[in-house]
């Protein structure tokens, strides 16, 4: 019987090692006191986050451009500080732009990403690798956001359309990388 247990215990101890542990537990010896080591290995993968964003509303004002903006911060515990962004219309058009949907039909407006040193206008659904500046610190940027998304609906289109409410909703997805 004490045999059975011996070998059932190798295998297991076999097992353990073939999975490809990178470190091994140092077993205590039999004393008057004994001692043993474990090891630990907490592997902890790219994280990141977007807060702070606001919905941008307003009225247009004839002849003139529709613009607004919204704050973005955008932390990632990589502490180099680049990280892809995808921004999605809910409207996207044929060539990926950005669209409002409303009673007269569609009206395309344009769309930027702004990391606070590099600015980018953006395609529906397409990535973006050229951020990198979030920040490694504070998941809430410090309460200060360091990025925007800025948008730019032309007056001409506007002026061009019926009355009512023209909207659209843009997904933003940040990656690290």
Do not use: W
């Amino acid at each position: 019987m004490e045999m059975k247990k011996l070998v059932k215990g190798l295998i297991v101890a076999g097992a353990m090692v073939a999975g490809g542990s990178a470190f091994a537990a140092t077993q205590g010896t039999l004393g008057g006191t004994s001692q043993g080591d474990i090891n630990i290995d907490v592997s902890v993968g790219d994280e990141i986050l977007v807060t702070a964003l606001a919905d941008i509303t307003g009225s247009h004002v004839p002849g003139n451009n529709f613009t607004g903006s919204s704050p973005a911060c955008v932390y990632t515990n990589n502490p180099t500080g680049n990280y892809n962004v995808t921004l999605t219309s809910a409207n996207p058009g044929a060539g990926n732009e950005f669209q409002l949907n409303g009673p007269s039909g569609l009206v395309v407006y344009t769309v930027d990403y702004d990391d606070g040193d590099s600015s980018a206008t953006m395609l529906s659904g397409q990535v973006n690798t050229t951020f990198d500046n979030a920040d490694t610190a504070s998941t809430n940027c410090g309460g200060a956001p360091q990025s925007s998304i800025d948008i730019s609906v032309p007056a001409a289109s506007l002026d061009a359309v019926g009355s009512g409410t023209y909207s659209d909703v843009i997904t933003i997805l940040v990656a690290p990388r």
